[in-house]
């Protein structure tokens, strides 16, 4: 096995776990704004789903970063992305503000390249250096 099949998983998962924890720390540490922007947007129970979200978001980074149950997390983090994406940068209903729009549709783009990523997490595992992989002693399919 080559050092970048060992380490590139590895890197991922980090990288990943990384980024939705500072997600939850902007959106949780902004509580009242981010309840504000949800509510603008119609989403109807907006201070529940936005707790919800947050510990999602927060069980799959740790899932991500240890390796342990990583498929499972990646696919809540699978589903919260695209939710989210849908619901909040529906840049498709903009139609008199093409900055506007340009703008949300470059953050749906960004979003739906995470979504993807995250499948392909699901489809091809967590790699070798995860707790997922370590309690046999050999990769998990």
């Not at 902007?26 to 009242?32: K, P």
């Not at 789903?49 to 990583?70: E, K, Q």
């Not at 729009?101 to 783009?109: K, V």
């Amino acid at each position: 096995m080559s050092i970048s099949e060992l380490l590139s998983p590895l890197v991922g998962r980090l990288v990943f776990g990384w980024f939705f924890l500072t997600q939850v720390a902007i959106y949780g540490g902004d509580w009242d704004g981010t309840i504000t922007l949800m509510t603008f947007r119609g989403i109807p129970g907006a201070a529940f789903l936005l707790a919800l979200t947050l510990l999602l978001l927060v069980m799959g980074s740790l899932s991500l970063i240890l390796g342990f149950h990583a498929r499972y997390g990646a696919l809540i983090l699978f589903i919260v992305t695209i939710l989210a994406t849908v619901s909040l940068h529906d840049y498709w209903r903009i139609a008199d503000n093409p900055s506007a729009r340009a703008a949300d549709f470059e953050l749906f783009a960004c979003s739906a390249a995470i979504a993807g990523g995250l499948l392909m997490l699901v489809g091809l595992g967590p790699g070798p250096m995860a707790i997922d992989n370590a309690k046999s002693g050999q990769k998990k399919k």
